[in-house]
């Protein structure tokens, strides 16, 4: 069956929907039935999946959006700066130690969702209370990690440039201090950090490419056969496919292409 997949924020993750009987096409803004409700998206693509591969029932795209439709979602989003002003207050109030990122309502403004970081588990149900009483629709409250809060905050990246998560990741991978090693980074945490506390995604990107690299070249403190004669290895540039010796017998250091040489 072709399904739909359709992306509700920008670099955001992509949702499978049906839309049988609707003419749509990519790039359109379409109004689907999720789990929290009424809500608009925009078609990323389409695409032929087979139903024994999905998870979970179908949500249906309910109709191409219309111009009332795109009015009443610019509106909401006008509603929600207040909304996390508003939180700020009443959570200082109830005392609790929380830092409140954002707000969305559904299209039709039956629910309000409100994302928080805070370092420990609280109990927020006065404050859903207190929320309840000043916006009178369903209010849901949900904690969100560090990454998340990078992606809904954005920034400026190490490197100079945009998040990577603002801008084009929309699920985050996972990225481990084994990664780092493999490509030979120095473990400095403020190094391999990026501004949300955890290891930069960018590690992720290449190393698929080092490993494979790896498979041709020859271990640190490996004996190797050089024009020279024999000598150790010291030191890898596993991109530049360079391998850095030192000879026998104090013939000294350099570097030799990886094709130079010769394992035993």
Avoid at 50 to 55: G, I, M, S
Avoid at 161 to 179: A, H, P, Q, R, Y
Avoid at 184 to 192: H, M
Wanted: aromatic content about 6%; some cysteine.
């Amino acid at each position: 069956m072709q399904v739909a997949l359709v992306q509700f924020k920008e670099a955001g993750k992509k949702y499978y929907f049906s839309y049988e009987g609707l003419t749509i096409e990519k790039n359109d803004q379409v109004v689907v039935e999720t789990t929290r409700g009424i809500e608009i998206g925009k078609v990323y693509m389409f695409k032929e999946v087979e139903e024994t591969d999905l998870t979970s029932e179908l949500k249906p795209v309910l109709r191409k959006a219309t111009e009332g439709d795109l009015k009443e979602d610019l509106y909401n989003h006008t509603l929600e700066p207040g909304v996390v002003e508003k939180t700020k207050v009443l959570a200082k109030q109830n005392e609790l130690e929380m830092k409140v990122l954002g707000a969305e309502y559904t299209l039709d403004r039956k629910r309000l969702l409100i994302y928080f970081e805070a370092e420990n588990r609280i109990d927020f149900r006065n404050l859903v209370r207190d929320l309840s009483e000043v916006y009178h629709t369903r209010i849901e409250l949900r904690q969100i990690g560090p990454r998340d809060a990078a992606k809904m905050i954005g920034g400026i990246g190490p490197c100079g440039l945009i998040l990577c998560c603002t801008t084009f990741i929309g699920e985050f991978d996972t990225v481990s201090i084994k990664m780092a090693k493999n490509q030979n980074i120095a473990l400095n945490p403020q190094k391999i950090s990026g501004v949300c506390g955890k290891l930069l995604c960018c590690i992720k990107y290449e190393d698929d490419v080092y490993t494979e690299l790896k498979l041709t070249m020859p271990d640190m403190k490996e004996k190797v056969t050089t024009p020279k004669g024999e000598a150790t290895v010291i030191d890898l540039n596993i991109i530049g496919q360079k391998v850095k010796v030192a000879h026998a017998d104090n013939g000294g250091l350099e570097w030799l292409a990886l094709a130079d040489i010769k394992r035993a």
